[in-house]
């Protein structure tokens, strides 16, 4: 008998969540891509100099945030459960999204928002 593959986690409505958390710097911030990943920048940043990237995977999707690797402090003021998403130097990996986490990242997302403005003259 075959074996059915397990079910995949619910990544389009993850990866919604975060697309509406990043949305909301709109226009502010506009569409970039960094290695053809789609990214949210500050018009006329270029390179690495993005805001945010979000990349998928068949298990995860993949939030990149360059600027907590300039911002430690902020990062480590986030919640614990916003620093154990953290899978890499400037990535943290989601499988799941709840209303809560959403709520946390997005508090993270203003702080390190301002940063970046900052780093612009903004």
Not at 21 to 39: M, S
Not at 59 to 72: E, F, N, Q, S
Not at 89 to 103: I, K, M, Y
Request: net charge positive.
């Amino acid at each position: 008998m075959a074996r059915r593959p397990s079910p995949q986690p619910p990544l389009d409505a993850v990866e919604g969540r975060l697309r509406g958390l990043l949305d909301r710097y709109r226009p502010e911030l506009v569409d970039g891509t960094i290695y053809g990943i789609p990214a949210w920048v500050l018009p006329g940043a270029s390179g690495h100099d993005y805001f945010a990237a979000l990349k998928r995977s068949k298990a995860k999707v993949g939030l990149y945030l360059i600027i907590i690797d300039r911002h430690p402090d902020v990062f480590a003021a986030a919640s614990p459960r916003v620093q154990a998403s953290r899978s890499g130097r400037a990535t943290l990996s989601f499988a799941e999204l709840d209303d809560a986490l959403r709520d946390e990242l997005g508090a993270l997302l203003d702080r390190l928002l301002e940063r970046y403005r900052a780093e612009h003259g903004r």
